[in-house]
């Protein structure tokens, strides 16, 4: 019974993307649920996890609507850093890839160049 729940897994649960683009559209026209999240949209298409959803989307045929899709949910919790509750939206759009801090990258190069300078001093 192992393999055949393992055969399962391994079928694609949507087959072409205009069935996918349907099934995002029908999510979004969903007037009952005005805060649109990945995992309901997850949930909504059928997918078992959010990783499945992002492996179809490493799918060129599944790529631009699950892009878009993504986009529009990111669209909303970003709109929503306007409001004064803003706390769950920024957690989300970090797990979006949003920073708030400032990175600063240092090469090996730029480094060596330093150490060299103070050798020779």
Not at 16 to 42: H, M, R, S, V
Not at 45 to 55: E, N, P, T, V, W
Not at 85 to 95: D, H, M, Q, Y
Request: net charge negative.
């Amino acid at each position: 019974m192992a393999n055949n729940k393992e055969n399962m897994a391994d079928k694609p649960m949507i087959d072409n993307p205009e069935e996918l683009q349907e099934l995002i559209d029908e999510y979004f026209a969903d007037t009952e649920k005005p805060i649109k999240t990945i995992t309901g949209l997850c949930l909504h298409c059928g997918f078992a996890s959010r990783q499945s959803f992002y492996d179809y989307e490493k799918k060129e045929k599944f790529s631009y609507s699950i892009k878009r899709a993504r986009m529009m949910i990111e669209n909303v919790y970003e709109e929503r850093l306007q409001g004064n509750t803003c706390t769950g939206a920024i957690f989300a759009l970090k797990n979006f890839g949003w920073i708030d801090k400032t990175e600063t990258e240092i090469t090996l190069k730029k480094f060596k160049k330093v150490l060299d300078e103070l050798e020779e001093e």
